[in-house]
């Protein structure tokens, strides 16, 4: 069963312009993983944000948790064409598994 | 450092087949996962090891689906026999230690059944 849902399911905009998406989960967690997806590709590794931070940030990425709306939200600042990709949450339920979400499908326009 | 190497790329069987996927992780990482992942959807998790043991495989279809870890190095996932909604891509990954942090994933087995 999949855990997370991220919001949108699909997102186009100009290169240069910021990306947000959301995921929302659904029970208590220890952490939320954010990866990238390629097309044909496997998954990389992107954040992880653990349930007692609000905020964190990677370079152009930025993470927020709302663990009292059990939501997490992924910004990508200044895009670029090669942030075109899928991106998944992940989310560590306490010692069960790692849930991936449905993902958002990024597309950067040049 | 060498990524997670599977093999093979590509695979296409008839129904009613069997299928073999292998699985090279990242030297030293103790924990090695085998995600199932459909079109359009999310990984989901099939089974997960901790060295040559399981730890999950709560979503195994254990009738037709097994998955080895020998020496708690390589892994091999098999599929017999395969019907047509096991057509999917199979992705293999590793982590350093027991948490389930930062995946290294492999570029995955592209299987098709018809």
């Avoid at chain 1, 590709?41 to 931070?53: K, T």
Wanted: net charge positive; hydrophobic share 35%.
């Amino acid at each position: 069963s999949q855990q997370g849902e991220e919001d949108p399911q699909a997102l186009s905009i100009q290169e240069g312009e910021n990306a947000t998406m959301n995921c929302s989960y659904k029970t208590s967690i220890n952490n939320l993983q954010w990866y990238r997806q390629n097309s044909g590709r496997g998954l990389v590794h992107l954040i992880l944000i653990r349930s007692n931070e609000r905020e964190k940030h990677s370079g152009r990425l930025r993470v927020t948790l709302d663990t009292s709306k059990k939501s997490s939200s992924l910004l990508i600042t200044a895009s670029r064409a090669a942030d075109t990709a899928s991106y998944f949450c992940a989310t560590d339920d306490w010692g069960e598994k790692l849930t991936f979400g449905t993902g958002t499908r990024l597309t950067i326009i040049p | 450092e060498a990524g997670v190497a599977q093999s093979p790329r590509y695979k296409i069987i008839e129904k009613r087949q069997s299928v073999a996927f292998w699985c090279n992780p990242i030297s030293g990482h103790a924990t090695l996962y085998w995600y199932q992942q459909i079109l359009g959807q999310g990984p989901k998790l099939l089974i997960q090891f901790q060295n040559n043991g399981v730890v999950d495989d709560s979503q195994l279809p254990k009738d037709r689906f097994s998955a080895e870890r020998l020496k708690g190095v390589d892994s091999t996932l098999k599929i017999q026999p395969a019907k047509l909604e096991d057509s999917a891509v199979y992705l293999c990954a590793s982590s350093l230690g027991q948490a389930r942090e930062k995946l290294f994933f492999g570029s995955g087995t592209q299987l098709s059944v018809l």
